[in-house]
């Protein structure tokens, strides 16, 4: 019976640690509406989670709505269906690769770095020098880095789209023999508003579950760099897997009629 032991330990410590990532999400947004805010703190995380994840987001964008475009090319050619290529390849990004995959980007880069910040803080006592000079770590680490991630991830989205389609675009006009007018025509005719606003609102929540697993696992690693190492794994794992987890409840909620 060792086996089944084991199964429910895992399976208990499974649902504890599920159970202190929802307090610490719970008591974010709690500190969200709460003063003091920290406004430079705020736009440093900005600067870091936006801007700078712009070139990597566009870059797979890029790359994805080409390579999409082929393929639909090439399936639709079985069935004499080549012209639905611009509306499928607009639609399959600003609904899903659009969102899914800029919020993974996000997540391997910004999840990490902000789990080996404040890892690394921890370890080193800053936090706790935080706490002993009044200023609530929460308040001062998590918050701006949550609220910037919520609202940047969308726009990195929506720049995302653009640059998919574009991506798309090229491939159609330059390999597929598209016309660029009739191309063009065909992405604005099908795409519909809430197709671009479901993408966002998916964006904003992968960018608040981005910065909340790395503020969770960063403050709550272990000693030493093996703990911060293992905190920055399991910060970028368990970030994707949530990410991949909301998509399809969120595409249930938003499309399931």
């Known amino acids: 019976m060792n086996w089944l032991g084991l199964l429910g330990r895992n399976t208990l410590g499974l649902l504890a640690l599920i159970g202190r990532i929802a307090m610490f999400a ?35 964008a890029l790359f994805t709505g080409g390579a999409l ?47 080996a910040e404040l890892g690394t ?36 989205v929506a720049v ?24 063009l025509t065909n992405t604005v005719d099908f795409l519909e508003a809430w197709d671009v606003g479901s993408g966002l609102v998916k964006g904003a929540v992968f960018g608040f579950i981005v910065a909340t697993m790395g503020c969770y696992h960063g403050m709550n690693s272990g000693r030493g760099a093996q703990g911060v190492g293992k905190a920055t794994t399991n910060a970028v794992v368990s970030a994707s897997v949530l990410i991949l987890a ?5 595409t249930e909620v938003f499309f399931s009629a």
């Not at 009044?134 to 609202?151: C, D, E, F, I, Q």
């Open 160 to 183: 995302g789209d653009a640059i998919g389609i574009f991506g798309g675009y090229l491939v159609g006009t330059t390999r597929l023999g598209f016309n660029p007018a009739v191309y």
């Open 69 to 115: 475009a082929l393929q639909i090319y090439a399936g639709g050619a079985r069935f004499n269906a080549e012209a639905v290529v611009p509306s499928i390849v607009a639609i399959g990004m600003v609904r899903e690769l659009g969102p899914v995959l800029g919020g993974l980007m996000v997540a391997g880069r910004v999840a990490a770095a902000i789990a």
């Open 26 to 60: 719970a008591q974010t947004m709690s500190h969200l509406v709460r003063p003091p805010f920290y406004t430079r703190e705020f736009l440093n995380a900005l600067v870091t989670i936006g801007w700078l994840s712009l070139p990597v987001v566009g870059l797979t």
């Open 121 to 156: 803080m921890k370890v080193t006592e800053q936090i706790d020098a935080l706490t002993t000079l009044s200023t609530h770590p929460m308040k001062y680490l998590t918050v701006p880095r949550v609220l910037a991630a919520t609202l940047t991830v969308p726009v990195l």
């Open 246 to 250: 909301s998509n399809y409840v969120l």
